[in-house]
């Protein structure tokens, strides 16, 4: 098992993933857990512990009163049908790290995640002051009737939600404190909200728990879910897409998915493609709603090892990243495990930056 105190190479991971945009009070950042044995953490591979921007907590995590994966910015699988298995060691690996000047990409992969006969990936791309994309695969070495997807969670909810959409803030962060399990302080949070988006997909429900009144005090009581729930064949693989959109408070977050007809503004977020193997997506940040500068972000994720195209972008890669900002100017372009990129019709190969898909590798002072 990749215990993290077992420094050897081939069992070694980092205990954390520090996502980081820069070094700026108001830069967008995140901290991802990786440890599939942590003590006071839980065995919560892969959670989102925190996401801020503008210095306000988007996502916060529960602390260690809730250690389990239906309380966490993560995947949470139930065994509908209780029929016992090994209980198998969780084994988490990172066969992919990229970092580049406009994006962070990682791969966490899981066996025998929450002891169950099944491999969890959690493909991350975080997008420096922009946005983050979440796809979450599970694959059954067994058969098994289950409901499963991704959680996140919040403090509050509104004005405005959708069918597969919610707009998510926190007024105040709770510290508990010393394991009393009671309310110490409440530290006002400033304003920024979060949209978490799934993308649609049949057979997919929607829904939200809201768990205040089990714990006044637990930081974040408000959980969002994309589930599917059914009979998952041995081999079968099941995946999730979600967007999560920092953006300014506004009285009508709809308008930012569909944008009222007399105003020039497109959709924040359009799905161009999205199945198990290839997601594409156009994303639009604005990180300063004074002075209205967006940028147009179009991202294609392929798992097929082929080349793939969604929209106007196509690649033989990974991954294939590019933006475009208010003038209409490229400023990014890149590709990660492959070496073509067009967009719109035209060939950006050459412009692109070519990133490797490897894992990260055993610090030298570690092995001494």
Known sequence: PTYHLRMSPDQWIPDKIVLSSGTGPLDMWALVELLPIAGHGGELPGNIIALMQMDSALFAGQGYYENTPDFQNLMWVEDLEGVPSPPGLLETTVP????DPAFTFARIV?????????????????VKNGFMVVKDRVKFDRTMKVRLG???YARNLGPQNGENWFNTYYDQIYYTGLGLGRGVQAIRNPAWDLLIYFTPREGRKHTVLDRFEDNPYRNSPLQVRQVWSGMARAG???TFTSVLLPHA???????????????????RIQVLADDNGVTGLTVISENDPRSRSRSETWVLLN?????AEAGPLATDGLLALVTRDPNGNLTQRAVVGGASLRFLGADESANARKL??????VPEELLR
């Open 356 to 361: 490797e898909a490897k894992g990260v590798t």
């Open 150 to 152: 991704p959680c996140y």
């Open 96 to 99: 992919i790290f990229v970092e």
């Open 249 to 267: 408070p506004v009285l009508h977050p709809k308008d930012l998915l569909e944008p009222p007809a007399d105003t020039p503004d497109v959709p």
């Open 236 to 238: 079968e693989e099941i």
């Open 110 to 126: 899981t066996r025998n995640y929450q002891h169950l006969p099944l491999t969890y990936t959690r493909d991350l791309l975080f």
């Open 303 to 307: 798992t097929t090892g082929q080349p």
